[in-house]
């Protein structure tokens, strides 16, 4: 599975911005699809997952309430919206699929990897 991201750039903190994460390839049967971000000098953080056949959503705690994950499955593409921005959020946000019906945090369990994207918010 190849994955294409896009949506990032520079807002100011309260702000919003929606992450595009296209599929191609070998897309068929069940997947998850999530997201995952590092900013500099940290080690990479699980933001969000979506299974592909259900819609099942799984958040990591910095981001719950305020981000929110979904899918389009006939555009094969997830989206990663994300509104009340923090500086803290800061980071380059990168979009990762795994085989199977289970959405999990680590990020060893996820096989496929886009290139990142970069979200900057300004104080």
């Known amino acids: 599975v190849q994955l294409q991201a896009s949506g990032g750039g520079l807002v100011q903190a309260g702000g919003s911005l929606r992450l595009s994460c296209t599929a191609s390839?070998?897309?068929?049967?069940?997947?998850?699809m999530g997201w995952f971000r590092r900013a500099p000098g940290e080690q990479r953080e699980f933001v969000s997952a979506i299974t592909w056949n259900e819609g099942s959503t799984l958040y990591g705690d910095s981001v719950k309430g305020r981000f929110t994950i979904s899918r389009d499955n006939a555009k094969n593409t997830v989206y990663l919206q994300m509104n009340d921005l923090k500086p803290e959020d800061t980071a380059v946000y990168s979009c990762a699929a795994r085989r199977g019906s289970t959405a999990y945090r680590g990020t060893g369990l996820y096989d496929s990897w886009g290139q990142g994207t970069q979200v900057t918010v300004s104080s």
């Open positions: 390839g070998r897309t068929g049967g069940d997947y998850v």
